[in-house]
C-alpha cells in the first residue's frame, strides 16, 4: 500500500515542475542559448563544464528556481576537465499500461512520476577512458520533477554472489545497478539507438529496475525496450560474460555508462553476470511495490 503522507511530503520537498520549462544561457550580458529541464540543471549547475559551439565555458552562476538563468564565464583552452552531474531519482508508478513475461520476467509498461535532484558533479578528465572523478557536493541542491513513460521488471537475486561476500548488501545492489547499465546500454543496437534517450534507476537491494524516457512525456524510447526485452538481456549476457577485464566492479566496456549519476560507484559485474544468467535460465520474477527508504541507484 502506498504511503500517501510520505508522498505527499517528498511532493511539497520537491515542488518545481520542469514541464515547458527552460534556462536562459548568458554570455557577458547577452543570450547566447537556452536549455530546456530537466537536462539543463544536468549540464548547467554551477560551475558546470558547458559546451557550446564547440567551446567549453564555465557556468558562473545558476539562478534556478528563481530567475532561470545561466551565467557562463570563459575557460582556458588547455582546462583538462568536463563535468558530470551527480544525480538522485526517485520514480513513483502512476499508471500501468500493460504487462507481459519477457523470459520468466514480468515487465510493465507504465507511466511514471520522476523526483531528481542533483546534487553535486564530477570533474572528468578529457580523453579518460574511466569514467569516474572527484566529487564536488553543491551548496544548494537542484530538484525538479516530471512525469514520463517507462517499465519496471525485477531481477533475480544473485544468490550465489551474495552468499560469497562479506557485504551482501552492496554485492545485491551493485549487482542490480550493473544490471540497469548494461541493459540501457547494451539495447542500443536492438532497440535502434534509443539508448541515449533512456534513464535508468534501480532501487537498493530489491531488484527492482525503472527504465525510462528522459523526454518529458515519454517519446517512445523504453517501449522499444519493453518489446524486445528478451533480446535485449540476452545482448546483456554477452557483454558482461565477453568482456575480459578482472574488475570485480567491471570496466567502461561492460558495466560502466557515461549517464551514471553515481559516478560509476556501486557496480558488480560478476553479480550482474548470474543475475543475468538466472533471466537467460528462465527464473521468474513478478514486480513489487518499492519499499519506503531504499536507495536508488542511476
Ligand atoms: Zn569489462
Ligand atoms: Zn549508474
Redesign the pocket.
Known amino acids: 500500500v502506498p504511503n500517501y503522507d510520505k508522498i505527499k511530503t517528498i511532493l511539497e520537498d520537491y515542488s518545481i515542475r520542469g514541464i515547458g520549462k527552460s534556462i536562459e544561457i548568458f554570455f557577458h550580458s547577452k543570450k547566447v542559448g537556452e536549455r530546456t529541464l530537466p537536462i539543463g540543471l544536468e549540464e548547467l549547475h554551477p560551475a558546470a563544464v558547458y559546451f557550446l559551439a564547440g567551446t567549453r565555458y564555465k557556468v558562473k552562476k545558476l539562478g534556478y528556481p528563481e530567475n532561470m538563468t545561466a551565467k557562463l564565464e570563459y575557460l582556458p583552452k588547455d582546462y583538462p576537465y568536463y563535468t558530470k552531474a551527480l544525480t538522485e531519482e526517485w520514480p513513483t508508478v502512476e499508471t500501468i499500461f500493460e504487462k507481459r513475461q519477457a523470459n520468466g520476467i514480468e515487465v510493465t509498461s507504465c507511466k511514471l512520476h520522476i523526483q531528481k535532484r542533483v546534487y553535486g558533479y564530477v570533474n572528468l578528465e578529457i580523453g579518460q577512458e574511466v569514467a569516474q572523478g572527484q566529487k564536488v557536493i553543491l551548496e544548494r541542491p537542484l530538484d525538479y520533477d516530471f512525469i514520463t513513460k517507462g517499465i519496471v521488471f525485477k531481477a533475480p537475486r544473485p544468490l550465489q554472489e551474495i552468499g560469497r561476500s562479506e557485504n551482501e548488501e552492496y554485492v545485491e545492489a551493485s549487482g542490480y545497478?550493473a544490471t540497469?547499465?548494461v541493459v540501457i546500454e547494451g539495447s542500443n543496437m536492438i532497440t535502434g539507438g534509443v539508448s541515449q534517450d533512456l534513464g535508468?534507476i534501480?532501487l537498493d537491494t530489491s531488484g527492482l529496475i525503472f527504465v525510462y524516457d528522459s523526454a518529458i512525456g515519454g517519446n517512445g524510447a523504453s517501449k522499444a525496450l519493453y518489446d524486445r526485452l528478451e533480446k535485449a538481456f540476452e545482448r546483456s549476457l554477452d557483454i558482461v560474460r565477453e568482456c575480459p577485464c578482472q574488475s570485480e566492479a567491471g570496466c567502461p566496456r561492460c558495466t560502466f555508462?557515461y549517464?551514471?549519476?553515481?559516478n560509476?560507484e556501486?557496480?558488480h559485474k560478476i553479480a550482474a553476470r548470474e543475475i543475468l544468467q538466472r533471466i537467460f535460465d528462465g527464473e521468474k520474477t513478478e514486480v513489487t511495490e518499492p519499499v519506503e527508504g531504499d536507495k536508488p541507484?542511476?
Open positions: 545497478h540497469e547499465h535508468g534501480s555508462s549517464r551514471c549519476g553515481n560509476n556501486y557496480l541507484l542511476v
